[in-house]
């Protein structure tokens, strides 16, 4: 293997940078160790068959064991020390084999917030979930957009690179990383205009297959990997990465590269997009990009991820999966074999490619190939067994973070849960809105006291939703409080940002909140569900302020559904000025709400949001649900309805939506039916 020096010359590439379309400079330099130049063996015959199985983890989210360190408990629905068996398997049933991760890999749980920020990681030492990988043998990888929230030097260290932009030492020392490598084609470094990464990699690998007279051969076989990730990471991590890095589109990207690898000898393209399908008219700054990235000639394979979902799914009702082009029974993106393998190592995406060699390359016979998600929980509910090697080579990581997730913080006389906060319960979101108001006012009281005569306003959201089942939520018991149960209330490492808006732009926020929910025609006799599973949790911002009452009519078409927004007794004025407290992934434009790009952003606070309510907790030292857990701004609007209207949550927890104050909710079935463990439940809202 040698590296080839690849001058990567484009016709003006259209760039994306924190919303505006840029020229990248014609010319790019990439260093690329590519296997390209080595002889092959005698071609085999034409007519050769051969499969060649890609297997994908993607969005683990530093989930290495089937464990939850914010309720300090085992989960065997999650890690990757599970994932592995399904992997050691499908290396069984198919002798070739790739295995690639797809990103969001580094970040997610206390563990990865632990080597990153608490007991920062010394450099000769692999950080525990590409010291997993290693272990299992991934092939390649790729970089998803939580790979950079905790900074470019981090990334830099864990990833055993040499990041030339600012911000990392020009001499900084090239550090222990995985084993494999990683690929990036759409983040470039602001100094150099180089792609940060490696954008591309082709591996070369020995096969074996059959020859036309089903005689056995082998053969060489050039497998190309590229990587994409959301260019909106500009703005979700713009306190990290402004002004070091920019991004271009990702079928810009593609266009520019794949014919490279082409040229290069790759025999196969598999695209590592660490973001699901869109069918929205296609932009350079477009998060899901893989319905149009699968329409790029020379791709051979989507990976995808990012939208935490399986793909192929059969059942599924997403508006993405059912675009035209899209087969979610067989797994095909306008005809490209595609999978997504869900998230936190539930689940592992195979691919059985059937490749046919016609006298010059093997070709993907996609008719042929299969496509599937296999899931680590087996029919019978149990799940597979775990690998306990895996579980033993960070065993010392997993104990210290323990130790360190246990550290006392205060104390709370009420449960606080995010199972019922679609429906109105705020007893998990009301202390973060507390915290970051009470920070806020201080900061104005000490440091700038202009603004003391605007309302000040805090913005939350419940992070877990029960999006990956039944475990998927936070709950916090009534005791003791531990910093365990603090990242369990806030579960990124986010920073604390201020936004400046008026009470139009306000109530415009609400809106974009409200999509959260399916329209409910209340004249229908169907059973109707209200939440919409296109629309994550940790987009449902929502006040939590004796000061401000609205109501969301869920009869209303999107983008009408806010009514009777007041603050303090009076309707709130389309002029009038509000700060609010957020989060910088959603004052940077996250989530795609109206007006917040970054540009109304007045305080980029220098204290992360779990600190900020961490400092809140120890300073008040007891919550009490009268003061803490018990305010509520919004309502349904009243909707008298013929049939009943449903949603999902963990089973047996009506008492907790009573002890919330929700009198019209009741449990319907303790089984949905979905395979996540949720249970079925009414809501009246009439009441």
Not at 328 to 338: C, I, Q, T
């Amino acid at each position: 293997m040698r590296s080839a020096s690849v001058r990567a010359v484009s016709a003006r590439p259209v760039l994306w940078r924190k919303g505006r379309l840029a020229l990248l400079p014609a010319l790019l330099a990439a260093s690329l160790s590519a296997c390209v130049s080595l002889p092959r063996e005698a071609a085999p015959p034409a007519g050769s068959r051969a499969t060649l199985a890609v297997l994908e983890t993607t969005d683990l989210h530093a989930n290495l064991l089937g464990y939850d360190y914010y309720k300090l408990k085992a989960d065997p629905s999650i890690g990757l020390e599970r994932t592995a068996t399904l992997i050691a398997q499908a290396r069984s049933e198919f002798p070739n084999h790739v295995l690639l991760d797809n990103g969001d890999a580094i970040q997610g749980t206390a563990l990865a917030d632990y080597q990153a920020l608490v007991a920062p990681l010394p450099c000769k030492q692999t950080l525990a979930v590409y010291k997993a990988m290693n272990q299992l043998g991934y092939d390649g990888g790729g970089i998803g957009n939580h790979e950079f929230n905790y900074g470019l030097a981090y990334l830099n260290q864990v990833t055993a690179s040499h990041f030339e932009v600012d911000g990392v030492a020009s001499d900084a020392a090239r550090c222990a990383g995985p084993a494999f490598p990683l690929v990036l084609a759409n983040i470039y470094s602001s100094r150099t205009h180089a792609p940060l990464f490696q954008p591309y990699r082709i591996l070369q690998r020995q096969i074996s297959g059959t020859g036309p007279d089903g005689a056995p051969i082998r053969s060489t076989l050039r497998i190309g990997i590229i990587g994409f990730t959301p260019p909106g990471v500009l703005q979700w991590d713009q306190r990290a990465l402004e002004g070091k890095v920019y991004a271009q589109g990702v079928r810009e990207a593609a266009l520019q590269y794949i014919p490279q690898m082409r040229e290069q000898g790759a025999d196969l393209v598999i695209a590592l997009a660490h973001g699901g399908l869109d069918g929205a008219p296609y932009t350079a700054g477009m998060e899901d990009a893989g319905y149009y990235l699968a329409q790029v000639p020379g791709v051979d394979v989507l990976l995808m991820g990012h939208a935490h979902q399986s793909f192929p799914q059969a059942a599924s009702t997403l508006p993405a999966f059912n675009l035209p082009g899209v087969d979610k029974v067989r797994g095909r993106v306008h005809g490209v074999p595609a999978v997504m393998a869900n998230l936190w190592g539930k689940d592992l995406g195979v691919i059985g490619l059937r490749l046919r060699y016609d006298g010059q390359r093997w070709l993907v016979d996609r008719d042929a190939t299969t496509v599937e998600v296999r899931s680590t929980r087996q029919p019978d509910r149990s799940y597979v067994p775990a690998d306990a090697a895996l579980a033993q080579l960070v065993g010392q990581e997993h104990e210290a973070t323990i130790r360190y997730v246990q550290s006392p913080v205060g104390h709370s006389d009420f449960r606080m849960s995010s199972y019922f906060a679609d429906v109105g319960d705020s007893t998990a979101i009301q202390v973060v809105n507390q915290a970051q108001t009470a920070y806020v006012r201080r900061y104005i009281e000490s440091s700038h006291p202009v603004w003391g005569g605007l309302p000040v306003l805090s913005m939350a959201s419940p992070f877990k939703a029960g999006a990956a089942g039944a475990a998927d939520y936070t709950d916090v018991l009534a005791g003791g409080l531990a910093l365990n149960n603090v990242a369990d209330l806030y579960l990124y490492p986010n920073a604390l940002h201020v936004v400046q808006v008026n009470g139009a732009e306000l109530k415009a926020w609400l809106e974009k909140s409200a999509e959260r929910f399916n329209r409910i025609d209340p004249a229908s006799a169907a059973v109707q569900e209200l939440v919409n599973p296109a629309v994550p949790g940790f987009n449902f911002d929502m006040l939590t302020d004796a000061d401000v009452s609205y109501q969301i009519d869920i009869s209303k078409p999107v983008g009408q559904r806010i009514s009777g927004l007041s603050y303090r007794g009076a309707a709130v004025l389309a002029d009038q000025q509000f700060l609010v407290a957020t989060n910088n992934y959603r004052a940077s434009g996250g989530g795609a709400f109206p007006a917040l790009d970054g540009s109304r952003t007045v305080l980029a606070a220098p204290d992360a949001s779990r600190d900020v309510l961490i400092s809140y907790i120890r300073e008040r030292r007891q919550l009490s649900r009268s003061r803490d857990g018990a305010q509520r701004s919004w309502r349904f609007a009243p909707l008298q309805t013929r049939a009943p209207v449903v949603f999902h949550s963990a089973p047996q927890l009506q008492e907790l939506a009573e002890d919330a104050g929700l009198r019209g909710v009741t449990q319907l079935k303790h089984d949905d039916g979905g395979g996540k463990g949720l249970a079925l439940y009414a809501i009246d809202l009439s009441r």
